[in-house]
């Protein structure tokens, strides 16, 4: 079974880049017709799908964050991270990384990022 574990600062400040890492165990992100998402969820709101890399490393946006979002790899080591620039309070929330393909679809546990001076 898949796992993936979110790591990076809990804490960024206003107009900065938030940057998370995905760290993937027991698959590869390689793997044929595997999808490595970025999903949110900020407080008191649903969950809000940001963006995905693909198994061949093609990227897809969420269109209302395109302009602020960057997702990449290292194949190398088994990760994908996330890059939201220009941060506004309103990013403050729990981001998950996700994949989509496997069999279960599994999601990391989590991790609060707040943005705030």
């Known amino acids: 079974q898949v796992q993936l574990q979110e790591s990076g600062p809990g804490l960024v400040k206003p107009s900065q880049t938030l940057s998370l890492t995905c760290t993937v165990s027991g698959g590869s992100i390689t793997t044929n017709y595997y999808y490595w998402s970025w999903i949110r969820q900020a407080p008191g709101k649903g969950l809000e799908w940001m963006g995905e890399?693909?198994?061949?490393?093609?990227?897809y946006y969420s269109p209302s964050l395109k302009s602020r979002t960057s997702i990449s790899r290292d194949t190398s080591k088994n990760q994908f991270t996330l890059q939201l620039s220009s941060v506004t309070p309103e990013d403050t929330a729990v981001y998950y990384c996700k994949v989509f393909g496997s069999n279960p679809e599994t999601r990391g546990q989590g991790t609060q990022v707040t943005v705030s001076s």
């Open positions: 890399i693909a198994y061949i490393g093609t990227t």
